[in-house]
C-alpha cells in the first residue's frame, strides 16, 4: 500500500468509525464531546483548563459542554476545601451508570460491525483497540511533558 492509500485509507476510517461512534452515543443521548469529557472525569476530578488540556480544545468549549452535563446531572462542579476559586469537577453516579451505558452501546456497535468479518479477523481488529489507546495516553504524556518544559523555561 503506497502512502497515499495508506493516508486516505486511515482518514476515511477514522470518519467511518467516528460516525458509529456517533450513532451509539445517540442512544444514550451525548454527543462525542460530552462522551470523551466523562471518560476523562472517570479517572478522577478534573479542573476546566485541565480537561481543556487533555481534550486539546478551548476553555470555553469545555465550559459549555460542562455546563449541558451539569444541567444533566451527570458531572458536578465542587469548590476546593484549600482555595474556593479552584473548582473541580466530577462524575455523579448517574454520570458513571450514563458513561457505562455509553460504553456498552460503542461496544456493541462496533462488534457488531466486526462480526461481518471472519472470526479470526474480528477477535483480532477488537483485541489491537488498545493499541490504539495506548498510542493515544503515550502522545498525550509528551504532549503534556513537553508544555511542562516549556512552563518551567518561562518562569
Known amino acids: 500500500m503506497t502512502a497515499e492509500q495508506l493516508s486516505r485509507v486511515i482518514g476515511r476510517t477514522a470518519a467511518r468509525l467516528g460516525r458509529q461512534v456517533d450513532a451509539a452515543l445517540a442512544t444514550v ?8 469529557l466523562l471518560f476523562q472525569l472517570a479517572d478522577g476530578a478534573e479542573a476546566s483548563t485541565t480537561l481543556a488540556r487533555k481534550l486539546e480544545v478551548s476553555a470555553p468549549s469545555v465550559t459549555a459542554v460542562v455546563d449541558g452535563l451539569v444541567n444533566r446531572g451527570l458531572i458536578e462542579r465542587s469548590h476546593s476545601a484549600l482555595d474556593r476559586r479552584r473548582v473541580s469537577l466530577n462524575l455523579t453516579d448517574e454520570g458513571r451508570r450514563v458513561l457505562a451505558e455509553a460504553d456498552a452501546s460503542v461496544t456493541e456497535r462496533l462488534t457488531s460491525i466486526a462480526t461481518h468479518l471472519d472470526p479470526v479477523r474480528a477477535a483480532k481488529l477488537i483485541e489491537d483497540l488498545p493499541l490504539w489507546e495506548a498510542a493515544f495516553d503515550a502522545r498525550r504524556h509528551e504532549r503534556l511533558a513537553k508544555r511542562a518544559a516549556r512552563e518551567i523555561e518561562q518562569s
Open 29 to 36: 443521548e451525548l454527543s462525542s464531546a460530552q462522551y470523551r
